[in-house]
């Protein structure tokens, strides 16, 4: 999958792209991440990408010219979903992130200041997508969550598939809780069922605590 970022600040993205999990993606060539800079699409002299906006109030507003630039350069052919970052767009969920990781490719579009002129939303993107409902200061930190979480599911990039397939949100559950060594910390123990050796009755703990959770955590499940 190939998924291509456009913000001012990529120097913001790279370090945490490089890392852990999404670095070794990149190495084994299971996903394609480039970070533009919004800056490198400008028309004017001083790379502004923003402006006061139309109707008077407080803050900047960027300007739609080097978003489709970007987007027209790095996709001309118009094949990828473009998607603009907005507290405004769809919240993500499990359900979205596998949607989006079963496409070919994704060009993320970061906003900053007091947003992005609507024209971006309304004429070049195809979708606005949200994190959650509370406003963060720019896309940036969007944009990593929406990769980071496709990153996961899509094959071969987290060693074994079924950790992905037995996690949160699988089969409409939260997971069950985890433990691991030592079995005895601060006075509390690993609970006796998972010492045991007995994996029906594991895998029946595993599934009454997983209900129990969500029903508690997200009844409306
Ligand atoms: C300060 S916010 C703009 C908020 C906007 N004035 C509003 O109230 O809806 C600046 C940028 O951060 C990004 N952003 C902020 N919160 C976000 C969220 N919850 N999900 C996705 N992107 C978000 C968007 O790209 C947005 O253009």
Aim: net charge negative; with cysteine.
């Amino acid at each position: 999958m190939r998924i291509d970022v456009v913000t001012i600040f990529p120097e913001a993205l790279e370090p945490f792209l490089r890392s852990a999990l999404l670095g070794k993606a990149a190495d084994k060539g299971l996903i394609d991440i480039v970070v533009h800079n919004l800056r490198n699409y400008t028309a004017n002299k001083h790379r502004k990408v923003d402006d006061e906006p139309y109707g008077g109030g407080p803050g900047m507003v960027m300007t739609p010219e080097p978003f489709f630039a970007a987007v027209e350069a790095i996709d001309a052919e118009r094949k990828a979903r473009v998607v603009l970052l907005s507290p405004q767009g769809r919240t993500l969920t499990q359900d979205v992130v596998k949607e989006l990781a079963a496409l070919d490719s994704l060009v993320l579009l970061c906003g900053r200041y007091e947003g992005v002129d609507e024209r971006v939303a309304e004429h070049l993107a195809d979708e606005e997508l949200s994190i959650g409902d509370y406003v963060l200061a720019g896309g940036e930190v969007a944009a990593l969550v929406v990769i980071d979480a496709i990153a996961r599911v899509l094959p071969g990039v987290v060693g074994d598939p079924e950790s992905v397939a037995r996690e949160s949100f699988e089969d409409g559950l939260l997971d069950h809780p985890h433990y691991t060594r030592p079995e005895e910390f601060r006075g509390h123990r690993v609970p006796d069922v998972l010492l045991s050796g007995n994996h029906a009755e594991i895998e029946r703990w595993r599934r009454e605590e997983a209900e129990r959770r969500t029903h508690q955590r997200r009844p409306f499940f």
